[in-house]
């Protein structure tokens, strides 16, 4: 990376992190990036923008890469579509203004990230990976939900946040059981990410 582009995701970091704007972990920024380059990734359906760090991230890693990144909050949008222009990759990453659950596509990807709201992963996966390549690839983070997952249950004092785990619990067990789909999971890597590819 040049060193200006350097200084540019250090600032979308740190608006990031002033605003508390949830991104990904470095190193799962870095699996995903190193990600996309080992398997030559072109078309990538992002669900969950934030203000663009991932998607800018893997565009700039992949000079090949083309990203279809939703994102559903207002002020988190505008602030990626200005992120977007700023390494102007608007040419190579569209971002879309709108609810996951209500955005329909047509085209094929060849990597779907889920990294929205947790609960829904698996609402996404089930509508998104119609749009998968047959030798695609569904990668989900945030698998250790911050290290709440291990946890037992009963440690967990706040009721929504309890059944926020369980979901992403349940989300595990409905990718370990899937009969189309392998999961490999990286229980290490970042917050825990899932790599799911057609059996
Ligand atoms: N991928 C981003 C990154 O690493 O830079 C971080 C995404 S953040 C963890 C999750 C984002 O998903 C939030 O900004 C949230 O507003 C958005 N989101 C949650 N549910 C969504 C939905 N149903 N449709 C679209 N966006 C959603």
Do not use: C, W
């Given at each position: 990376m040049v060193d200006n582009a350097y200084t540019m995701m250090k600032e979308l970091k740190e608006y990031a992190k002033e605003n508390n704007v949830p991104i990904m972990h470095?190193?799962?920024?870095?699996?995903?990036?190193?990600?996309?380059?080992?398997?030559?990734?072109?078309?990538?359906?992002?669900?969950?923008?934030?203000?663009?760090?991932?998607?800018?991230?893997?565009?700039?890693?992949?000079?090949?890469?083309?990203?279809?990144?939703?994102?559903?909050?207002?002020?988190?949008?505008?602030?990626?579509?200005?992120?977007?222009?700023?390494?102007?990759?608007?040419?190579?990453?569209t971002l879309l203004f709108k609810d996951a659950a209500d955005v329909k596509l047509d085209e094929e990807f060849d990597l779907i990230f889920i990294d929205a709201a947790k609960g829904q992963n698996k609402a996404f996966f089930e509508k998104f990976e119609k749009r998968l390549t047959q030798d695609g690839f569904i990668i989900t983070d945030n698998m250790k939900f911050h290290g709440y997952?291990?946890?037992?249950?009963?440690?967990?004092?706040n009721r929504n946040l309890r059944?926020?785990?369980?979901?992403?619990?349940?989300?595990?067990?409905?990718?370990?059981?899937?009969?189309?789909?392998?999961?490999?999971?990286?229980?290490?890597?970042?917050?825990?990410?899932?790599?799911?590819?057609?059996?």
């Open positions: 470095e190193e799962g920024i870095d699996f995903l990036t190193t990600f996309v380059i080992k398997y030559q990734v072109e078309n990538v359906l992002e669900i969950g923008t934030a203000i663009g760090f991932s998607a800018i991230s893997m565009a700039l890693a992949n000079p090949k890469l083309k990203i279809t990144s939703i994102e559903r909050d207002e002020v988190r949008y505008l602030e990626a579509v200005k992120n977007v222009k700023k390494f102007n990759l608007e040419d190579r990453i997952v291990d946890k037992d249950e009963s440690e967990i004092k059944g926020l785990v369980r979901k992403i619990k349940d989300y595990r067990k409905f990718l370990e059981e899937h009969e189309d789909y392998k999961t490999k999971f990286y229980d290490t890597i970042g917050d825990g990410v899932a790599v799911s590819t057609k059996k």
